[in-house]
């Protein structure tokens, strides 16, 4: 796939891209097209009927999990979507994130409590009942989850710890042509806590524009 069929398979539509820019961008870390390829992706699992809830481990101010909503809830199809989050911003980092990448990166940056999350959401227009919440740090959260069947499993995570437990503990769930995204590709930690987990992936794709890979679980992208 290049990169003009990457840039169209993750464009989820110019009313969803101005909805967004107008809604949720300014609230987010990452550039807008990241929350489009979120957005695009959730649509093809909609409009596919893959089976499965939406996942979102590292929450921030909410930006993805509004994208999702937002999609459903134009599409007239309900999704429930999991927010896992500490609320209270990142964790230590460990040994595998020793790179002067995320040096800068330090424990309680980039907090944001569950009410102004959920303050966000509800401004945005999002439906909050669709939402659960999971606060807590991902090794008390994550394991003990009841989340059933997985569509979409976002992980912004930042670290290899954290992306390691939410991998070892979801991953597994993700159904067969489900979409498995990691915003944080460009750390080092977090690459070898997805490849400790599920060891080399069949076609990993960069999101463009961005530092965000994803894949298919057992489907090829064409």
């Not at 509004?66 to 599409?75: D, E, I, L, N």
Request: with cysteine.
């Amino acid at each position: 796939m290049n990169e003009q069929e990457l840039k169209a398979y993750c464009d989820p539509g110019m009313v969803t891209k101005r909805w967004i820019d107008k809604h949720v961008a300014g609230s987010a870390l990452c550039a807008p097209s990241n929350l489009y390829a979120t957005a695009a992706f959730t649509h093809k699992i909609l409009s596919e009927g893959i089976t499965g809830c939406l996942v979102e481990c590292g929450v921030y101010m909410g930006a993805h999990p509004a994208a999702m909503s937002y999609v459903c809830q134009t599409v007239g199809k309900s999704r429930k979507i999991w927010l896992f989050d500490s609320f209270e911003g990142i964790a230590e980092r460990g040994e595998e994130d020793d790179t002067p990448r995320i040096a800068h990166l330090k424990h309680g940056d980039f907090r944001c409590s569950i009410k102004k999350v959920r303050e966000n959401l509800i401004e945005w227009g999002i439906d909050v009942k669709v939402m659960r919440f999971a606060e807590g740090w991902f090794h008390e959260t994550v394991p003990l989850a009841q989340v059933g069947a997985i569509a979409l499993l976002r992980l912004d995570a930042d670290l290899y710890e954290s992306t390691r437990i939410c991998m070892q503990h979801l991953y597994n769930k993700v159904v067969a042509g489900g979409f498995v995204v990691v915003d944080d590709w460009n750390y080092r930690g977090v690459q070898k806590a997805v490849r400790d987990v599920v060891g080399e992936i069949p076609q990993l794709l960069k999101v463009p524009g961005t530092e965000c890979h994803f894949w298919r679980k057992e489907r090829v992208i064409r």
